[in-house]
């Protein structure tokens, strides 16, 4: 399967599924493009030293539709059959999710559907909740809303700050994402509206 990544900046995530996918964790497949909206962002460097090609799509001024439908054509371009946002900071607009369906994944430091948006991690410590955790789902139109393939729960700690949070949740999101590629590419998911079931 032909992955294409999107980043905007550390992608620690986008090495993970990389990493996986050239030591055959994940197996036939192959990350094909690694596509940033920032320039600066330290993940295409990553990308590069992976041997991956990576390109900058900037928006430009322009609108979100006319972003979206250049990363679309350049992920069309190079037969992408499964787009993965890792820590890309842009929302999509539905003719993006509409030219793949059920074909983007994002990972979301938050238990879905708690703490939508920027800042998951501040959220939930704001908040004042016990237990937090990330999600790997599909995105639909809707931000943070598509059907979830997989959580993981993490402990939130009386001293936790954001940033403490954050560190301990990012250890469980690369294995979580990989798991979920792997069981994608596996053809081992399937999709029920909002439920996603793995067949054994
Ligand atoms: C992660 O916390 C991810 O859950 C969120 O953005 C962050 C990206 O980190 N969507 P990285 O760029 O993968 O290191």
New binding site residues.
Partial sequence: MKIGIL????????TAITEAVQSGLIPASEVVAVISDKTSAK?LIKAKERGIETLVISRNGRTREEHDAEVVTELKKRNVELVC???YMRFLSKEFVRAFPDRIT????SLLPSFKGLDAQRQAIDYGVKVSG?TVHLVDEDLDHGAIILQKAVEVLDDDTAETL?AR??EH?HALYVEAIKRIVEEKIEVNGRKVVTKR
Avoid at 7 to 14: A, Q, T
Avoid at 106 to 109: K, L, Q, V, Y
């Fill in positions: 980043i905007s900046g550390r992608g620690s995530n986008m993940g946002l890792a820590g994002n990972i979301h430091p990330c954050s949740i990012l999101e």
